[in-house]
């Protein structure tokens, strides 16, 4: 099998995976020594084409063969699809040849489990060892490592890697005892728990005075989590991130909705989540990671999945509403970023912009705030919500999605029955 075919196939059996993004990469760059590749202050340099597709990362796969027998996943051991499986040589230069092209400026390289987690771990981090001391690459390198293989081929592979991740999958060790039996959720946390042990290491060594330059290791780790392929709610969804990020001090948790595969397993739903789900996933999880909230406080235990029709922090004011009105001249930080539709940055402006006069409704309009969203739930000098009685019970049908209009079927009215000339020839008795 020639080269641009495996890329066809690999790159392809690729996309399942999201969690392949770069911010909070160290800085690199080629310019002024040996090498090739660069990326930026905060991580790789996305290049877009004219139509928007992002093409900054080769994202491919080194094989689509697999030991393990994930039911969710195309590439699992009983899965009828093609195979293919390049060498660690052949990556090396399709990752500098598109560079050289400008097609790319970095790699996100994963694999199926082929012989064994440690056998396969040792390929990937083949490819990335190649890159970084022969060809001198430096530009933005992100490998998916595998929680069986050994702690120390863990470690190697963060000397090479701008990011490291390891995906959790499923929230709990029961969705994957059905789904994917070879995994163990403990095993993986004992992994994510390692690389934050080495990162930590690395951040003491470079604070030390006097010290030699600590040898480089990965920026941080992320993982992905499966949405929809079984019966976790949204609360048991964020609390396993909330743990990670919490316990192992995760970049990111990424969720991605589950998608129908060929030959599909029959414990598998036959339909999709919708995608709004795991939208509304990603606007809890900044909640919880910027804005203070707790996971029992975006979905209950009464209420254990996200509303689908409003966004969690909506969602959450329109049921606390003995919290508002806000006063925004007044009202700490943390209470005002509760606020519907007041980010961080707006909320450190309107601090800023309070400590010099009373903030009235002309003011907000000029930092530019979202004024529909926010009126209902803040008073100013010169506006308190109870005026416009927008505290009342039908608040929440303000912020609705409009209805969309149903398909209307103008086809070809259906053919007449001899019933239907017999009542006409009747009526015109």
Known sequence: MDVTRKLEILADAAKYDASCASSGAARKDSRGSQGVGSTGGMGICHSYTPDGRCVSLMKVLLTNACL??????INRRSSNVTRARFTPDEVVQLTLDFYKRNYIEGLFLSSGIIRSADHTMELVIEVARKLREVHHFRGYIHLKTIP??????????????DRISINVELPSQHSLNTLAPEKNLA???????????????????????????PPPFATGQSTQMLVGADA??????LGCADQLYSAHRLRRVYY??????????????LKA?????????????????????KVEEIASPSSPNLDLALDPKLSWALQNRATFPVDVNRAPRELLLRVPGLGVRNVERLLAARRYTRLRLADLIRLRLQMKKILPFISTADHHPARLGLDSDSLRARFLPPPEQLEINFGAPPAPTPADFISARSGEL
């Open 68 to 73: 393990y027998d994930c039911h969710y996943c």
């Open 148 to 161: 069986e293989a050994s702690q120390d081929l863990i470690a190697l592979a963060g000397r090479y890697a």
């Open 187 to 213: 095993r993986t946390q004992q992994a994510m728990g390692h690389i934050r042990g080495k990162i930590d290491e690395r951040h003491a060594e470079k604070r030390k005075p006097n010290t030699p330059k």
């Open 232 to 237: 976790s709610t949204d609360a048991t969804i």
């Open 256 to 269: 991605s909705a589950f998608s129908p595969i060929p030959e599909p397993s029959a414990i598998l739903p």
């Open 273 to 293: 989540p919708p995608l709004i789900r795991e939208h509304r996933l990603y606007q809890a999880d900044w909640l919880l990671r910027f804005y203070d909230f």
